[in-house]
């Protein structure tokens, strides 16, 4: 592994959370997934060698719960779901290299020689600890099987994780007032023998590597805080017949834990792809194992795009275990937000998503989607789903920014010449921006923004309309042929850029608009250096790349979502008072199987105050619209940044409680709202000079709706 800027001559593995094979996709689980592919596939655009692995974890209790109700095996079950995955992502055009899952013999051997060599190395040891214990069903309580309430923050906790509160991971024994969600009944803690991996013996490596560590800041930041508090240990088996056997003297018939094999699949993925393409295309070796490749000593270049609720998992108990066995560490750990649907969080229970199915059933491309889930917001921050959102980006910026430009200028080429025109080379402006165009791409994937890279090809295609609006070619086509031609050629070789560069965000309408190009070969193959080469190709008539979305559309799939949800939520009514219903539990917190999340209730809010002020109070309040110049970490500090704020009249430095929720490098150009007499205040040795006002817990920026300058007083 190197530090390099990608590309680098070391070869690259970009993973993606394994989806727990348990239940249907729905669009929120995409976002990982599309965001995986777009940035393997933008590493592969700068030449980089990269292989995209990934895999469905088959093992946990939720599958064997859901099994059991079905009356088949947990394996039958799981594979079940796994073919279905393999079958959806590519779909919506997620090209796995490799595509296993944790049960298969690859990932078993892998495992448990993994789990040996941590043995073997003194890391792992006996002891004797409190496991959750069903009395009427007369069976011991792993993982989701027991529930209750979270000894760190009350919040309900279900096995191994707060996921309702602090999402902190949960070892056996840690959940208060434990019940068996088996029986209802309550359960009781009795004394079991199991296996631990000693994590707290690598608290200075990991310190250490999240020095290191790139990717998203929050992958960063919240690990900080459990080393600081002190690593425990980490049960690595459990009391079950569904999962990989514990190695070697096994008397109590142990599994372990879920989450040793499920990222251990990473490797075996990796493994299985070189199997299949030989290692002379592609060598796991050289990438997971330090000191066997002779020209990659320290390993490959790993990057794991996962969601936000499994940083723990990836950030300490991971590469602990890979430090351990002589493994390399990643390089970088891409966190995503979660997706909400119109404001509120996806409810499978109360049917209350968008299936990854049912937006393919109702006729929608998928490469609009994989658009919308890239470029709406940064990776790191939460995005909200609707389908007007949906409607007003397709149609704003597909439809009308980068189709409009596309069609316009290559119809009006096609139809007023047998070939692309042919000028003596593009322009030195159009090259020019061309080139800053490649230059945002190669930005964008050193600085993990999937954002930046669809908008690298919109800015481009803006461009291309504003040029070809200004040099109205159709007027120069009878008094300045060639100057016609200069321009159309200058379009022509936009459009061929925006082939290249886009083609991450949208590699079946990139595809189809080379095609169109009369470019020999395939998008997917080229690198950036494309985008900057002359176009060559015959033109075909082209058609439309993008299709609006119509407001009756609109309608028509907000009135399905909500007479699905009414029709769950009467079923849930008529099934009060019986057993509760088993939650989509996904045990390794990876996104396949969201529970319900609903949002903040009205009754959760904190009421409007009483207490009044004057309005000759509020004048007093010198509040101004400003600009975020730069921000930056500032040392020590968990959850604060350093900004630059441009208010119009000086530039101040404010320091703002937005780390981990806002990625720093998205907040440059952002417009706040800021109260510039506040008084001054020291905070880890930097002095603040106003506040930034954010809404609601995840710092919400308030913000303007029009182009008021930095320096606008607020009335």
């Known amino acids: 592994m190197s530090h390099d800027d990608f590309p680098t001559e070391h070869p690259a593995v970009v993973t993606c959370g394994l989806p727990y094979a348990n239940g249907d996709l729905h669009i929120g689980h995409l976002r990982t997934y599309v965001g995986g592919d777009v940035y393997a596939r933008a590493l592969e655009r700068l030449g980089q060698e990269?292989?995209?692995?990934?895999?469905?974890?088959?093992?946990?209790?939720?599958?064997?719960?859901?099994?059991?109700?079905?009356?088949?095996?947990?394996?039958?079950?799981?594979?079940?779901?796994?073919?279905?995955?393999?079958?959806?992502?590519?779909?919506?055009?997620?090209?796995?290299?490799?595509?296993?899952?944790?049960?298969?013999?690859?990932?078993?051997?892998?495992?448990?020689?993994?789990?040996?060599?941590?043995?073997?190395?003194?890391?792992?040891?006996?002891?004797?600890?409190?496991?959750?214990?069903?009395?009427?069903?007369?069976?011991?309580?792993?993982?989701?099987?027991?529930?209750?309430?979270?000894?760190?923050?009350?919040?309900?906790?279900?096995?191994?994780?707060?996921?309702?509160?602090?999402?902190?991971?949960?070892?056996?024994?840690?959940?208060?007032?434990?019940?068996?969600?088996?029986?209802?009944?309550?359960?009781?803690?009795?004394?079991?023998?199991?296996?631990?991996?000693?994590?707290?013996?690598?608290?200075?490596?990991?310190?250490?590597?999240?020095?290191?560590?790139?990717?998203?800041?929050?992958?960063?930041?919240?690990?900080?805080?459990?080393?600081?508090?002190?690593?425990?240990?980490?049960?690595?088996?459990?009391?079950?017949?569904?999962?990989?056997?514990?190695?070697?003297?096994?008397?109590?018939?142990?599994?372990?834990?879920?989450?040793?094999?499920?990222?251990?699949?990473?490797?075996?993925?990796?493994?299985?792809?070189?199997?299949?393409?030989?290692?002379?295309?592609?060598?796991?070796?050289?990438?997971?194992?330090?000191?066997?490749?002779?020209?990659?000593?320290?390993?490959?270049?790993?990057?794991?795009?996962?969601?936000?609720?499994?940083?723990?998992?990836?950030?300490?108990?991971?590469?602990?275990m890979l430090e351990a066995t002589g493994h390399a560490e990643p390089r970088a750990v891409m966190a995503s937000g979660f997706v909400t649907l119109g404001g509120k969080g996806f409810s499978t229970s109360r049917d209350r998503a968008v299936w990854a199915d049912e937006y393919l059933e109702e006729g929608f491309h998928p490469d609009p989607l994989r658009y919308y889930l890239a470029t709406n917001g940064g990776f790191q921050q939460d995005v909200d789903f609707s389908w007007e959102k949906f409607r007003d980006r397709v149609n704003t910026e597909l439809v009308g920014t980068v189709g409009n430009f596309l069609y316009r200028s290559l119809l009006f080429a096609h139809r007023n010449y047998e070939d692309a025109p042919v000028a003596d080379a593009t322009s030195d402006e159009v090259a020019g921006r061309i080139d800053e165009a490649i230059a945002d791409v190669e930005a964008a994937v050193n600085d993990y923004s999937v954002r930046a890279l669809g908008d690298a090809a919109t800015d481009l295609a803006r461009f291309g309309n504003e040029y070809i609006q200004h040099n109205e070619p159709w007027k120069l086509v009878d008094d300045d042929p060639d100057e016609a031609a200069q321009v159309i050629h200058d379009c022509v070789a936009i459009a061929k850029a925006i082939a290249v560069l886009f083609e991450?965000?949208?590699?079946?309408?990139?595809?189809?608009?080379?095609?169109?190009?009369?470019?020999?070969?395939?998008?997917?193959?080229?690198?950036?250096?494309?985008?900057?080469?002359?176009?060559?190709?015959?033109?075909?008539?082209?058609?439309?790349?993008?299709?609006?979305?119509?407001?009756?559309?609109?309608?028509?799939?907000?009135?399905?979502?909500?007479?699905?949800?009414?029709?769950?939520?009467?079923?849930?009514?008529?099934?009060?008072?019986?057993?509760?219903?088993?939650?989509?539990a996904d045990e390794t917190g990876d996104e396949a199987t969201d529970d319900d999340t609903e949002t903040t209730d009205m009754t959760d809010i904190d009421p409007i105050s009483d207490d009044r002020i004057s309005f000759e109070q509020f004048q007093e309040l010198d509040v101004r619209v400003g600009r975020i110049e730069d921000a930056e970490e500032i040392e020590g500090a968990d959850d604060l940044l350093k900004l630059r704020v441009d208010l119009g009249v000086e530039t101040r430095t404010i320091v703002a409680g937005l780390k981990g929720l806002h990625a720093v490098e998205d907040l440059p150009g952002t417009k706040v709202v800021v109260l510039a007499n506040m008084e001054k205040a020291d905070l880890f040795g930097v002095e603040s000079n106003g506040m930034v006002l954010a809404a609601g817990e995840q710092a919400d920026l308030l913000t303007t709706h029009e182009d008021a300058e930095p320096g606008t007083k607020v009335l």
Not at 219 to 233: M, T, V
Not at 507 to 536: F, I, M, N, Y
Not at 552 to 570: F, G, Q, T
């Open 50 to 320: 990269t292989a995209f692995v990934s895999g469905s974890d088959m093992h946990g209790t939720p599958v064997a719960v859901n099994a059991e109700k079905e009356g088949v095996s947990p394996e039958a079950f799981a594979l079940d779901w796994h073919e279905r995955y393999a079958e959806t992502f590519p779909k919506f055009n997620v090209e796995f290299d490799n595509y296993g899952h944790t049960h298969d013999e690859t990932n078993t051997e892998i495992t448990q020689g993994l789990v040996r060599d941590l043995d073997e190395a003194g890391h792992l040891y006996e002891k004797e600890i409190m496991v959750a214990y069903d009395p009427v069903d007369d069976q011991f309580l792993p993982d989701r099987y027991v529930e209750g309430t979270c000894p760190y923050c009350g919040a309900h906790a279900r096995g191994d994780e707060c996921d309702e509160g602090c999402q902190r991971h949960l070892e056996p024994g840690e959940v208060e007032d434990p019940v068996s969600t088996i029986t209802g009944n309550p359960a009781e803690y009795r004394e079991r023998t199991h296996q631990f991996f000693e994590v707290s013996a690598f608290a200075d490596y990991l310190s250490e590597f999240l020095d290191r560590l790139e990717g998203t800041s929050n992958a960063r930041n919240q690990p900080r805080e459990w080393i600081e508090q002190g690593l425990q240990d980490w049960c690595i088996t459990r009391d079950m017949d569904w999962g990989i056997d514990m190695p070697g003297e096994n008397p109590q018939d142990l599994v372990l834990y879920v989450w040793v094999d499920a990222p251990i699949e990473y490797i075996s993925s990796t493994r299985q792809y070189t199997e299949r393409v030989g290692a002379d295309v592609f060598d796991w070796e050289a990438v997971w194992k330090e000191g066997v490749s002779d020209a990659h000593p320290e390993g490959g270049e790993i990057v794991h795009v996962i969601g936000r609720d499994i940083i723990q998992h990836h950030t300490i108990f991971w590469p602990a």
């Open 504 to 584: 991450p965000i949208a590699p079946e309408k990139c595809e189809r608009l080379w095609d169109q190009l009369g470019e020999g070969g395939s998008v997917h193959e080229v690198t950036v250096a494309a985008a900057s080469e002359e176009p060559e190709g015959d033109l075909s008539e082209p058609t439309e790349l993008f299709e609006k979305v119509e407001d009756d559309r609109v309608e028509e799939l907000n009135a399905k979502l909500a007479s699905r949800v009414a029709a769950a939520e009467a079923g849930d009514a008529d099934d009060a008072g019986g057993e509760a219903a088993d939650g989509d």
